[in-house]
């Protein structure tokens, strides 16, 4: 008998502890004077010239404090798609892996993403920012469609899906997102935590 996953399953504790994590941060951000926010996106946050230029390595995790946008702005919308997905659907591998497990699986797909969002940003005009936890998220979404393919989830709680539509469905609207605004960094983090994620889910 299918399952069905999402709104009333119940979140998990480690995916309750990155949400709050990430709600917090983010909220705090946006409350920070101006110059004390340009002072954490100069020491936080991630760019291909602060990573692999000034060497500022921390920044690598750093940078999944707060979703940012290019001009220093808290991208909300970004962090409303992440808390929806730690509320709806990651707590589901949480309950398959095992928290350690899972917290492991989010530090990786993060680190695989923000290395390779900020390489390629290297070869790319401009300085390109690569923040907030994304490329776990979007890792997540191709986990779950691996280990949950058959599975019936009620997307937003009414649109019922399989949990492999629901990561080809996922998957098609990032790579369009990528494509219209031409995001290459952005992309080459989400590519890169995508193949990880498979990796590590199917071995």
């Known amino acids: 008998m299918q399952r069905r996953l999402g709104f009333g399953q119940g979140i998990t504790p480690g995916a309750k502890a990155l949400l709050i994590a990430t709600v917090a941060s983010s909220l705090l951000y946006a409350f920070l004077p101006e110059n004390v926010r340009l002072e954490f996106l100069r020491w936080a946050t991630a760019t291909d010239h602060s990573v692999w230029k000034s060497f500022y390595l921390w920044q690598l995790v750093s940078t999944a404090l707060v979703p940012v946008q290019p001009d220093g702005a808290l991208d909300f919308v970004g962090l409303l798609f992440q808390s929806l997905m730690l509320w709806m659907f990651l707590p589901s591998l949480e309950s398959w892996w095992g928290r350690k497990r899972f917290l492991y699986f989010a530090l990786w797909t993060t680190l695989a993403g923000t290395v390779a969002g900020t390489l390629v940003g290297l070869a790319l005009p401009g300085v390109h920012v690569v923040s ?6 979007f890792a997540g979404v191709i986990a779950f469609g691996v280990l ?5 989830v009620r ?5 019922p899906m399989t949990g492999k539509h629901l990561t080809i469905g996922m998957t098609a609207f990032v790579a369009l997102f990528i494509l219209i605004g031409q995001q290459w960094a952005e992309g080459a983090s989400m590519a890169a935590a995508a193949l990880l994620s498979l990796g590590l889910t199917t071995g």
């Open 132 to 137: 907030g936890i994304d490329p776990f998220v």
């Open 155 to 159: 997307f937003f709680g009414a649109v």
């Open 148 to 152: 949950f393919a058959d599975r019936e």
